[in-house]
């Protein structure tokens, strides 16, 4: 990342600049079938829906920075921009604040801070929460077993979309599309099972409206990644 990049306040940085080394990550991954049009209702310009279903991701970092056992939330859709197939994050949860800033401000992962449980027993059931403002917004139950009979997409490039506003609201707002890539290392095989996913509305996180969803498959992966500032390769305004 450039070093020119300001971090506020400069002389005590909530986030470090550079690279950021994901070790010892655990994902588990729910693919859901949508009601069409959804996805498309979800991506900002200038992104294109590529299919009607979706994933939600919940991660367990085991290292990052300074941090460990870090855990967040997200969903992920299928899109294209310019022709090129990926995927796009609409909202993640996450209970770091240093991930909440340098997503959002820098990488342009629209975040929210959350209270996010994961809980493991034995036999490699897992049970998950996501809270905010006192409610229970989102509850995933996974029990390892066979694989679902179900073809899991190429996730891609991931596209995020910057806005770039001004306190004026007759200036025009500066769309910038970024794309990133994630080199990955599979630590090991992935674990099939099934799960569960209920969605709750709390207040200021209407969710209840992307259901229902249905989950067809569900399946926990363990990687290594690295997070860097990706390359933007888009930039539109959009009328004030």
């Known amino acids: 990342m450039r070093q020119t990049i300001a971090t506020i306040p400069s002389w005590s940085p909530l986030y470090p600049l550079g690279v950021h080394e994901f070790r010892d990550t655990e994902n588990l991954t729910l ?3 949508t009601r069409p049009g959804l996805v498309g209702e979800l991506l900002p310009y200038p992104l294109t829906a590529t299919g009607d279903y979706l994933r939600v991701k919940w991660s367990r970092v085991g290292r ?3 941090l460990t056992d870090m855990l967040n939330m997200e969903f992920i859709l299928p899109c294209a921009f310019e022709g090129e197939a990926g995927s796009h994050v609409p909202l993640e949860y996450i209970e770091s604040d240093m991930g909440l800033c340098v997503g959002r401000e820098v990488f342009a992962w629209p975040k929210k801070g959350g209270e996010l449980t994961w809980e493991q027993d034995g036999e490699g059931r ?3 929460e996501c809270r905010r403002n006192g409610r229970t917004l989102i509850t995933t139950d996974f029990t390892p077993g066979p694989p679902a009979p179900a073809s899991w997409p190429a996730a891609g490039p991931t596209f995020q979309v910057r806005h770039l506003t001004t306190p004026r609201e007759d200036v025009p707002v500066t769309a910038e ?3 990133f890539e994630f ?3 599979a630590l090991r095989e992935p674990v099939f099972g099934r799960a569960t996913l209920e969605l709750h509305d709390g207040p200021g996180d209407p969710l209840e409206f992307l259901g229902p969803l249905e989950v067809v ?8 990644f690295d997070f860097g500032p990706g390359d933007i390769v888009g930039r539109s305004e959009l009328a004030a």
């Open 31 to 33: 693919l859901c079938r």
């Open 217 to 224: 498959a569900a399946r926990v992966d363990f990687t290594d």
């Open 64 to 66: 990052v920075v300074d």
């Open 183 to 185: 080199p990955a290392a």
């Open 126 to 128: 897992i049970h998950l």
């Open 177 to 179: 599309t970024i794309r």
